[in-house]
């Protein structure tokens, strides 16, 4: 099997979020495709099969498990889709939905990648478990941000957003793995999304990943396209938007997502980013 190795949301291979990337991964079993995953040890590996009509099967799996979409591994892969066969548009057909991409040659030679995800919702976020999330953050009600109130939220993948006043509060994580990756899996949670507002549009995100054997992804496009949604949907952001989300500074992997939030409520996030190849 062919694993390319790419970082995405940085042009610099020493920042950005690391991904696999297997663009035929046709016949492969389950199994096959777990092991490569952990042998792999990036917080996803994706992996592609070609449909018939010209589209795409995806399947995105961490060390430890599949889950039903990846944000960063999917504009990975519409790189090195589009390194070997051009740039263009891709339909890609995920366990969370359809999500379409499309790539394009940037002045500096390097190649972008959007994204637009399935349509993303909100959930309350019930009080005793955003007790035990604060419990293995080691964080408390205090830290918290009123104007961005705890929701889980969704756009292909579930999590919980958690905001904070403080960005040295945000620099200083420091969680119980085992409590918030218990916590996690009980609620099919995938990342839990940590935020601090700068301004407006400009925010700071953390990304705890315990479920896939992770402790932190350094960009993390699904959860920024569910924070796109629930910042939407609850009416937190003046429509249309453009927002800047800066991640991995704290892990020392500097990370920019560009989300793209329509005012339509029925529509998708989009999510922009370039990506690099290791190899």
């Not at 042998?39 to 070609?50: D, L, R």
Request: net charge negative.
């Amino acid at each position: 099997m062919d694993v390319q190795r790419y970082v995405a949301f940085t042009v610099d291979p020493s920042g950005g979020n690391p991904a696999g990337v297997v663009l035929d991964a046709a016949g492969a079993a389950d199994a096959e495709l777990a092991a490569v995953a952990a042998e792999v040890g990036y917080s996803e590996t994706a992996f592609v099969v070609a449909r018939a009509d010209g589209e795409l099967d995806v399947r995105y799996f961490s060390p430890l498990a599949e889950v039903p979409f990846c944000g960063h591994a999917t504009i990975a892969t519409a790189v090195a889709y589009a390194r070997r066969y051009g740039v263009g548009k891709l339909a890609m057909h995920t366990r969370a939905g359809l999500v379409r991409v499309g790539t394009a040659l940037g002045e500096d030679g390097n190649i972008t990648a959007e994204l637009v995800s399935v349509a993303p919702r909100t959930a309350p976020l019930d009080a005793s478990d955003l007790a035990r999330l604060l419990a293995a953050l080691r964080w408390s009600a205090a830290d918290l941000d009123p104007a961005l109130p705890p929701r889980v939220a969704y756009a292909g993948a579930w999590h919980p957003v958690i905001a904070v006043t403080s960005r040295a509060r945000l620099a200083e994580l420091d969680y119980d793995m085992a409590a918030l990756g218990e916590l996690m899996r009980e609620r099919d949670w995938t990342t839990v999304d940590l935020v601090q507002r700068e301004s407006a549009t400009v925010f700071h995100a953390r990304n705890p990943f315990p479920p896939g054997g992770v402790v932190e992804d350094p960009a993390t496009g699904a959860a920024a396209a569910a924070f796109g949604g629930y910042l939407r949907e609850l009416d937190l952001v003046t429509l249309p938007a453009t927002l800047t989300v800066h991640q991995g500074d704290d892990m020392g992997r500097p990370s920019l997502i560009t989300v793209t939030v329509p005012a339509d409520p029925g529509s998708g996030i989009a999510v922009r980013g370039t990506a690099v190849p290791l190899d």
